[in-house]
């Protein structure tokens, strides 16, 4: 009986110990860690985290690790701008100088600007980076290797070297908030969960068919009587059942400046986008005399692609297009602005006087009927009409280039040809970004079968929230994504490919629990694409992995989908 007591307690007490330790086996899986599993070093209520206490981005860094090594564990850490008394180091490397005495970074690879080196010696913890942003990601990787425990007494850290750096240099989440309004509250609690995911740019979707989101100082009736909808349909598939309750709501330019300063803290980039020249019902509504028929216009209550869209021939519609997007540039400090160009379809365009009149005044013929594209929204090559688009394509990214920022757009915007620096952003598969590259333009990969997180990710849509269900983006499908194809690219050309984007379209999400369990745990797979190497990522190694993040997930209180597929 002593004998099985013994036993007992020597295994409750190694459950125990096992349970104070923390363990870099995390998500998104850093590039090289060297652990010695014998030796450990204890981290205990009241030690110290040393900044440099003349840079505020370090200052603030450090706040966020003792909020979050409280958040997980208990401990209690104390901020102190003396290395010598603390447990934990936060270390900016110094500057180098070239030959002619200029300052250059110590690290100029725009991937390794991310990157750190987090050392836990006997001596305690070290988090070194060339820039504030890396010090922020090797933050976050040892938040994420804590134990989430409850009132921890002290947490052993096995001795460890982590050398740290992201594959590629845009990881990007997309949400939606032209099909439904979402708070600041939860856009920023959609950005504390992005940055807990190693992503860095969040791109932000402000106005649809069903409503237009952001203030125009001046064009006010924009935003006040473009973005409210008077019903929104809500029955399954193409039963046009409507709620027939109106809905609405925007945001003013202090309220997205807001959210820029709250995405900088945490080394995310706010993209805008304005989607043009389709997707535009919303201001047609309050400007019908930019569109081809006069309207009325009523912003739409339903979803899909409406074929009332901006009159490419109208010159007040560039009038209209540079009085928005200069009035984005002045709230958004990004260099990306998206402007969408998707879903434009031209048949009014084709019937237009005016749009054929400029189709004439500019000499646009059409070259072929077969872009080879396919897929949802896609146009008959490179025609006439397509090509007006691309003119006013150009005269934006003319007018961003003016403000220093370059334009992005989806794959559509190759239909016309592509405009001299404008980056593809691909959704209809991968073959869009692939001929971009060819054509060295600067791409992201976000095709729909992988990266759209509006489709269930569960075989059995019984067991989840009703959304859209064409197809179903599980943990897996998206793991399983590779944005670079050897095959059909080479090195070179593979350089043109920035990165990756989750998109989280909302006709079906209309709620903050319904977006996050969309978002959540599928942006845990997203991450390891954007962030390793091919050959460090195994599916099966990755969900070993996944239960330590959601234990954080709950405690931060995130909904997520419990099941993986």
């Known amino acids: ?22 363990s870099f086996d995390i998500i998104p899986l850093p590039k090289e860690v060297k652990a010695d599993t014998t030796r450990f070093y204890s981290l205990t209520d009241g030690m110290g985290i040393a900044y440099d206490a003349s840079d505020n981005e370090s200052a603030r860094i450090a706040q966020f690790l003792a909020e979050w090594v409280k958040e997980a564990t208990g401990l209690r850490l104390s901020l102190t701008p ?23 970074e110590a690290i100029p690879s725009e991937r390794q600007k991310e990157g750190y080196t987090l050392s836990v010696t006997e001596a305690g913890i070290d988090i070194t980076a060339s820039e504030p942003s890396g010090l922020f990601r090797g933050a976050q990787t040892l938040r994420k290797a804590l134990p989430v425990v409850k009132d921890a007494k002290s947490i052993q850290l096995p001795l460890a070297t982590v050398s740290d750096h992201p594959r590629f240099p845009y990881r990007g989440v997309l949400l939606d908030c032209g099909r439904h309004f979402f708070s600041i509250d939860f856009i920023k609690q959609f950005l504390d969960a992005m940055a807990l995911h190693g992503c860095n740019q969040f791109h932000w979707h402000l106005t649809e068919d069903q409503g237009w989101r952001f203030e125009v100082k001046a064009l006010p009736r924009l935003a006040k009587e473009g973005s409210v909808r008077e019903k929104t349909v809500i029955g399954p598939g193409r039963m046009r059942i409507y709620d027939n309750i ?15 300063r709250y995405a900088a803290e945490r080394y995310i980039n706010v993209v805008p986008e304005i989607d043009m020249p389709g997707h535009m019902q919303s201001a047609l509504h309050v400007f019908p005399n930019l569109g081809c ?3 009325p216009y009523p912003v739409a209550t339903n979803w899909g692609v409406m074929r009332d869209v ?3 021939g109208n010159p007040e519609t560039l009038e209209f297009l540079k009085t928005v997007f200069g009035e984005l540039c002045d709230v958004f400090p990004s260099e990306f602005i998206h402007i969408g160009g998707d879903e434009c379809p031209k048949e009014r365009w084709q019937k237009c006087p005016k749009c054929q009149a400029k189709i004439k005044e500019l000499g646009l013929v059409s070259d072929s009927k077969d872009n080879g594209e396919g897929g949802r929204g896609s146009q008959d090559g490179r025609t006439a009409e397509n090509k007006l688009q691309t003119y006013l394509n150009h005269e934006i990214e003319q007018f961003l280039a003016s403000r220093g920022r370059s334009l992005i757009g989806w794959d559509e915007i190759l239909s016309g040809g592509l405009t001299e620096k404008a980056i593809v952003m691909s959704w209809r598969g991968t073959k869009g ?3 971009a590259a060819k054509q060295k333009h600067r791409v992201i990969m976000s095709p729909n079968v992988f990266a759209y997180i509006d489709h269930p990710q569960l075989k059995d849509y019984g067991k989840q929230p009703r959304t859209t269900d064409s197809y179903v983006v599980s943990c897996s499908k998206m793991y399983s994504f590779e944005p670079l194809i050897p095959e059909e690219l080479t090195e070179e050309e593979s350089e043109y490919i920035l990165g990756v984007q989750a998109n989280l379209w909302t006709e079906q999400v209309a709620y903050p629990e319904h977006a996050f369990y969309q978002l959540l745990p599928r942006l845990a797979s997203m991450s390891e694409v954007g962030w390793c190497r091919p050959e460090q990522k195994d599916f099966e190694d990755f969900k070993s992995r996944l239960p330590r993040l959601k234990k954080l997930y709950d405690r931060i209180g995130l909904p997520y989908c419990h099941e993986v597929e």
């Open 82 to 104: 003396s290395a010598q008394d603390a447990a934990l180091r936060l270390k900016l490397l110094p500057s180098k100088k070239n030959k002619k005495g200029k300052k250059q």
């Open 310 to 312: 901006l009159c490419g």
């Open 293 to 295: 028929t006069g309207g």
């Open 433 to 435: 970004g692939t001929q």
């Open 1 to 22: 009986m002593l004998r099985l007591l013994s036993l007992s307690l020597c295994l409750l007490l190694s459950v125990s110990i096992s349970a104070q330790r923390a």
């Open 246 to 260: 109106p809905y609405g709501g925007y945001y003013t330019q202090e309220e997205c400046r807001e959210i820029v």
